[in-house]
Nanobody
C-alpha cells in the first residue's frame, strides 16, 4: 500500500519559518523526483519546489531565495524548508512523488495536503 506521510504544517506569523516533510513508502516503481505543490482557495495548484534523483532542483519564482528543498533517497523523504514566510504563501501544500517504470510510463502519487497559514 502506497503511503505519503506529510508533517509540519501550521499557523505562523509573517517572517517566521516552517518545515514540511514527506515520507514515501510502498512505492515499487523508480522515483524520478519528489516535490511540493500548493493550492490556495480559488486558485490553481502550482509547483513550489521539486528535487530529482540527481538532486537537481527547481523553484517557483515566488519562493526563490526563501525556500530550500532536500531529499534523503535512502529513506524516500523530502523536506521543504520555508523561511521568511509571507501571507501570500498561505495554501494547502501537497507532497508529490513522480515515478516511472522500465517502459517510461509515469505515475504521480499525492499526499493528503498540509495547511500552511501565514498571518500578517
Amino acid at each position: 500500500q502506497v503511503q505519503l506521510e506529510e508533517s509540519g504544517g501550521g499557523l505562523v506569523q509573517a517572517g517566521e519559518s516552517l518545515r514540511l516533510s514527506c515520507a514515501a513508502s510502498g512505492i515499487g516503481l523508480s522515483i524520478d523526483s519528489m516535490g511540493w505543490y500548493r493550492q490556495a482557495p480559488g486558485k490553481q495548484r502550482e509547483l513550489v519546489a521539486v528535487i530529482t534523483r540527481e538532486r537537481n532542483t527547481n523553484f517557483a519564482d515566488s519562493v526563490k531565495g526563501r525556500f530550500t528543498i532536500s531529499r534523503d533517497s535512502a529513506k524516500n523523504t523530502v523536506t521543504l524548508q520555508m523561511n521568511s514566510l509571507k501571507p501570500e504563501d498561505t495554501a494547502v501544500y501537497y507532497c508529490n512523488v513522480h515515478t516511472r517504470n522500465i517502459f517510461g510510463r509515469a505515475f504521480d502519487y499525492w499526499g493528503q495536503g498540509s495547511q500552511v497559514t501565514v498571518s500578517s
